[in-house]
């Protein structure tokens, strides 16, 4: 699929991965030309963060072969491999927001005179290669004062000025607004005229069609295509993603989700206008009892933010919330959970888990409050309280007792789940509650949604898997930049037009669908 | 971008058989410690199983594990207070200040000692809440925050007291000291006391649950409701309490209040006690039991080694490297 | 890029809120020692005499060095408890020494000082000890040992011996150690500003996993502050027993928050990553002249604020620092 490209200046092959029960890579190969600003894409777990970090010598490869600059290499450290040449820039600026921004640019090797600092040489060169960006600013100022965009620019700055020849950026734009977004792509364009290469890693479509020459796709621990940018549409680029045809007719039975449509009943959830900050502008989603909401969209468009808000986590700049018809305003998750909301975050380890607590306490601990009296904790209700549901969802554990921490990932979620049921909530959020789990408990989790939804129980369910939102919602939400922009009635709902209002938003979406829908009519 | 993040769960319950071994030892470390010093000096200290030494003992380190017990709380949900010792030094100038005064030397005793030693509490419980409040919700560093009143709060005592010596000899305001009923010194079985409710409160209550998420993983908490505010609010006020108790003990013991010296140096002494019981500094674990055993352990060590004619001193080195050894033992558990 | 050019006018508002806020933080400190000054200066008599400069410089450089190498630590995102039992420790060193000259003395404290801070430093860098808790047992070991040289009690200095000098001599008419303190501040401010290793302690605090990929040796820069603070502290130590004639195994209770309140109230950060020597210099002073202005009020007889006030003010003047600093630092996020 990959045309012949001569002069490449990277040339990873069959690179294989293994982590302690995962194939993480598998034969995976990435080849950049010289001069070329190559996107690398993919959905998360897709591997995209581990080809680098072997790239970079921050992993050791299991096998293949790596040449870089015409020499086969294995860098031990990212240190190493900037010394070669080969720079990252991180999504999370990896630079010292108190220092300077010339001391950003020089730490490490900082110009000297007599032994000491020379700040005046180290100030103009730093001005100079900066320039070289047409960026002007004050060197001397601590890099905190200035915006992201212009950090990012600094840590570029460093980069190039260890004369690399091959600047890796990972996700840069995640925290930009359009302008700096903009700005970036100057200096990306800059890059490319000195014949610097760029390796360009985003979820954002049309950053990819706007700077980048290449583009690989990852899925799944495997590259699936390495063609140019020109050659690809947007929809087939998030099919390939996904690991989808478009033309791929709805197969069933892919998922734990049972197939008929839930019964809906009365609404529990209307969020309406929903914005904070450049992340979320204007989403809106409702959820009726009894069934199943998707809330869809590429990583960055808002799903999580706007789950936060309606939690009660973050506190919109605007918009209003109703629950059962009645406005509400929660000031913290606590009153939330009161209205009778619950939220599994997307992050387990970070906003989930508790990790040195028991499973019988991160199990309980939103119930507590139910389960005591006089604020003791009445251990015979939380016994039952925990022993059913162990039962009923089937967590494996060695006990209640046993600390969190040592369950594998499905079964925290399904604690965490517990966490939730356990409230006999009326709606239910849940961020992700596949990712990062086993096939096996998978299904069991996504056929527990699925009975929730049939006894009455509102569910909004952000997820990245297409089938999940195919088979197992009623309806779905698609979000793009931190705005709705599409609601695909249950009829409607298909992997083609979901991926089409992903890819190009709601006015391109009803074109799209027509589109995918005929070729759907067509092939059938 | 947490792709790999995730290990397989055969990974895991594979490290969970080790891990619990280990975590045995960790958790009854302390435990075998002590029982090791115990052993030692029954076999080796003349007179050590005697009522005698083991009140002289217990008395001493009455004072330590009751503010060590404030600390845990603190430190489980990720704090650290710095400022016990100097509370310690205002609740023990603040009682004799009102049971001296002409106002309460006119009421009956009955009410003037009660009531001198509830006044004095709350003031430290009060200071306890300023500490809380710095830390929950101007979000000031523990360390710093409790720094401000370690500093101030031993100038308000020695303020209020001009710096002078209080001196008093009333059995019965001094009964936190020096009563023994059926024998047993009164601040033994208050500080048996609190341990034990402070263990069943961490173990029974929602409140204890509250204190372990906070120090635990603070925004899970926050996300399954838990009021972290409030709870690292009580959490300091708790410890401030528990000071002003301990001043008003160690005041008794000396019949008298000096407020240049009450409590000081206690903070250190608490903390280590926590850090040798195997509580974590870094939050989200606490065991009362082995607080009180860290205590205990630190005890022992200076009376086993000044039995045995090695001064004070040395058992100060001796603690440092206990000190030490907790910590690294602790930082296996971790990793 | 026009773009780009509007972007940063836009930023320079926000910088400027930054740029006053750290004028507040790094000045502040200076133009209240500043005011201070001039309300002595106004209010007694023989505030800024001779004298009284002297024996305030000469008692406060203890607590100053103290405070500049604790700053270093905490620069780095540490913190040392330690230093003023490791003073004690020195001072009992140095004393012991004192018989054969100066020299030796100082060396003796020195090194007494560095050995505690390598300790400290290892078991932080290489153990990955919390800093905290590693120096709360060196704490507890300095002072031990320092009892345990001294034989419980405190150990008179040789005064046929050049030691005392160090201590209660003036130069040019200058104290000796106040001498010894500007000495050290200028170094200290060097090495901060002009060496690759000041600027790294810096990096290391700011953001210790940036300061690794840029391949800094962060080990080995933590191992280097808790160093200097040890040596620094055995500097103050040796003064200790120089001032006082005596090695004194129980002195320097309490230094090390005094001296972490002087960093804080100078305007380093506890967090790491921000500061300053001469603000912790100017800190430091600062909490040592609030003593001073206390005697000259209650010398003056109008209104008796017993010496104990000290402390108090000493607190208030924190939490007015501590406050302001987290409401600049927290509007900054913004």
């Known amino acids: 699929m990959s045309e012949e490209r001569t002069d490449l200046l990277l040339q990873m092959e069959g690179i294989t991965k293994r982590f302690p029960g995962v194939l993480a890579l598998q034969n995976v190969s990435l080849r950049v030309a010289r001069g070329e600003v190559h996107a690398l894409v993919g959905e998360n777990g897709a591997g995209k963060s581990t080809l680098i970090k072997i790239l970079t010598g921050a992993y050791k490869r299991d096998s293949g072969t790596i040449i870089f600059d015409g020499r086969a290499v294995e860098f031990q450290s990212p240190q190493q491999a900037q010394a070669n040449g080969l720079s990252t820039i991180y999504q999370e600026v990896n630079l010292v927001p108190f220092r300077s921004i010339s001391e950003n640019i020089f730490m490490g090797r900082e110009p000297k005179r007599f032994g000491l600092i020379d700040w005046r040489r180290m100030n103009s060169e730093a001005s100079t290669i900066l320039a070289r960006f047409g960026l002007h600013v004050d060197v001397t100022q601590p890099l905190m004062n200035l915006n992201v965009a212009i950090q990012q620019m600094v840590a570029i700055a460093r980069a190039v000025s260890f004369q690399s020849k091959l600047v890796v950026m990972d996700e840069p734009t995640s925290s930009l607004d359009e302008h700096e977004v903009e700005t970036l792509f100057d200096v990306i364009r800059q890059l490319k005229a000195e014949g610097v290469s760029v390796i360009f890693i985003t979820h954002r479509l049309d950053e990819l069609y706007a700077v980048c020459d290449q583009v690989t796709i990852m899925r799944d621990g495997r590259t699936v295509d390495n063609r140019s940018m020109q050659s690809i549409t947007k929809l087939e680029l998030v099919a390939r993603m996904l690991g989808k045809d478009i033309n791929e007719v709805r197969r069933a039975g892919q998922t734990g989700f049972g197939e008929a449509v839930h019964k809906a009943q009365g609404e529990v959830l209307t969020a309406e206008h929903l914005s904070r900050g450049r992340a979320l502008q204007d989403a809106s989603v409702s959820v009726r009892a009894g069934e199943i909401v998707g809330l869809a969209g590429l990583l960055g468009s808002g799903r999580t933010e706007t789950a936060r808000v309606i939690f009660g986590a973050d506190a919109p700049q605007s918009g209003q919330v109703q629950i059962e018809g009645k406005p509400v305003k929660f000031d913290s998750p606590a009153d939330a959970i009161r209205a009778g909301i619950g939220f599994c975050s997307e992050d387990r380890k970070t906003e989930g888990i508790v990790p040195y607590m028991s499973v019988r306490e991160n199990l309980t601990l939103a119930l507590l409050p139910h389960l005591a009296r006089y604020g003791i904790v009445e251990r015979d209700k939380q016994e039952q309280v925990v022993d059913q549901f162990i039962k009923r969802l089937g967590i494996k554990t060695a006990g209640p007792d046993q600390p969190i921490r040592e369950l594998s990932g499905g079964n925290q979620q399904k604690v965490l789940l517990a966490r939730w049921l356990a409230l006999n909530p009326r709606l239910l959020i849940l961020d992700e509650p596949t990712r990062g789990i086993d096939v096996g408990a998978k299904g069991e989790i996504q056929a527990l949604i699925d009975e929730l939804a049939r006894g009455g129980l509102g569910v909004m369910m952000i997820t990245s898997e297409i089938e999940e939102l195919t088979e197992g919602c009623d309806r779905v939400v698609v979000l793009r930049d931190g705005r709705t922009v599409a609601e695909l009635p249950h009829e409607e709902v298909s992997q083609a037009a979901i991926m089409a209002a992903m890819a190009h938003g709601a006015e391109a979406g009803e074109s799209a669908v027509s589109e995918a829908a005929g070729k759907e009519g067509a092939n059938g | 971008m947490a792709n790999v993040s995730t290990p397989a769960p055969g990974t895991t319950r594979r490290l969970a058989v080790p891990d619990r071994w280990r975590s045995y030892i960790e958790s009854y470390g302390a435990l075998i410690g002590l029982i090791i010093l115990f052993l030692y000096n029954v076999f080796f200290t003349n007179n050590f199983l005697t009522a005698q030494t083991l009140y002289v003992n217990l008395t001493q380190v009455a004072t330590i594990a009751i503010v060590a017990t404030g600390m845990t709380l603190v430190i489980a949900t990720g704090g650290i207070d710095l400022s016990v010792g100097s509370l310690m030094a205002i609740s023990g100038a603040i009682a004799p200040l009102i049971f001296l005064s002409q106002v309460g030397q006119g009421m009956n005793l009955a009410v003037t000692i009660p009531l001198s030693y509830l006044i004095a509490i709350l003031i430290t419980g009060a200071f306890g809440s300023f500490n809380g409040f710095l830390v929950a919700y101007g979000k000031i560093q523990p360390i710093i925050a409790t720094l401000i009143l370690y500093i101030a709060g031993r100038g308000i005592a020695q303020v209020l007291t001009n710096g002078n010596l209080q001196t008093f000899n009333n059995p019965v305001f001094q009964y936190i000291g020096m009563g023994r009923p059926a024998g047993v010194p009164f601040q033994v079985i208050l500080m048996i006391v609190i341990v034990a409710i402070a263990a069943w409160v961490m173990r029974y209550t929602t409140f204890g649950r509250y204190v372990l998420a906070v120090g635990g993983n603070e925004s899970a908490a926050r996300l399954a409701g838990v009021p972290i505010n409030r709870i690292k609010m009580a959490a300091y006020i708790i410890s401030g309490l528990l000071s002003g108790i301990a001043g008003l003990i160690v005041i008794a013991i000396n019949s008298s209040s000096d407020a240049n010296l009450v409590g000081l140096n206690m903070e250190l002494d608490a903390i280590a006690a926590v850090a040798v019981g195997g509580t974590p500094l870094t939050g989200g674990r606490a065991t009362i039991i082995g607080t009180f055993i860290g205590a205990l352990i630190m005890q022992l060590i200076r009376f086993t080694l000044l039995a045995h004619g090695i001064p004070d001193a040395a058992a100060m080195a001796v603690k440092a490297a206990i000190i030490v050894v907790a910590a690294m033992v602790q930082l296996r558990r971790q990793a | ?334």
């Open chain 3, 1 to 334: 890029m026009a773009t780009a050019t509007a972007d940063i006018q836009q930023k320079s508002e926000r910088a400027s809120v930054g740029r006053w806020a750290s004028i507040v933080q790094r000045q502040g400190v200076l133009i209240v020692l500043v005011l201070l000054i001039i309300f002595g200066a106004l209010r007694y008599e023989g505030f800024l005499s001779p004298y009284n400069i002297a024996s305030v410089l000469r008692y406060n450089s203890m607590f100053a060095l103290i405070a500049l190498g604790m700053t270093f630590v905490i620069m780095t995102g540490g913190i040392d408890l330690s230093v003023g039992a490791v003073a004690a420790l020195a001072s009992v060193v140095a004393a012991l020494v004192s018989p054969n000259g100066l020299i030796l003395g100082l060396l003796a404290g020195l090194a007494a000082g560095i050995i505690a801070g390598f300790i400290n430093g290892w078991l932080v860098s290489r153990f990955r000890i919390l800093p905290f808790i590693a120096t709360l047992a060196m704490l507890l070991a300095a002072r031990g040992i320092a009892l345990i040289l001294a034989k419980n009690t405190s150990v008179a200095v040789s005064y046929t011996s050049n030691f005392t000098t160090l201590g209660q001599g003036d130069f040019l008419s200058l104290p000796i150690p106040a001498i010894l303190l500007v000495i050290a501040y200028i170094i200290g401010s060097i090495v901060l500003n002009f060496t690759s290793f000041g600027r790294h302690v810096l990096a290391v605090g700011g953001n210790e996993e940036a300061a690794r990929l840029m391949g800094l040796p962060v080990e080995n820069i933590k191992l280097a502050v808790y160093m200097l603070s040890g040596a620094l502290s055995g500097l103050a130590g040796t003064i200790l027993a120089a001032q006082f004639g005596a090695g004194q195994p129980l002195e320097g209770i309490g230094w090390e928050l005094h001296a972490i309140a002087s960093v804080v109230v100078g305007g380093t950060l506890l967090t790491g990553g921000v500061g300053s020597v001469w603000t912790s210099l100017v800190g430091a002073l600062m909490l040592g002249l609030i003593f001073n202005l206390l005697n000259f009020e209650n010398g003056r007889g109008v209104v008796s604020l017993s010496a104990y006030w000290q402390s108090v003010i000493r607190g208030l003047f924190l939490l007015i620092v501590v406050a302001l600093q987290s409401r600049l630092t927290r509007s900054r996020e913004t």
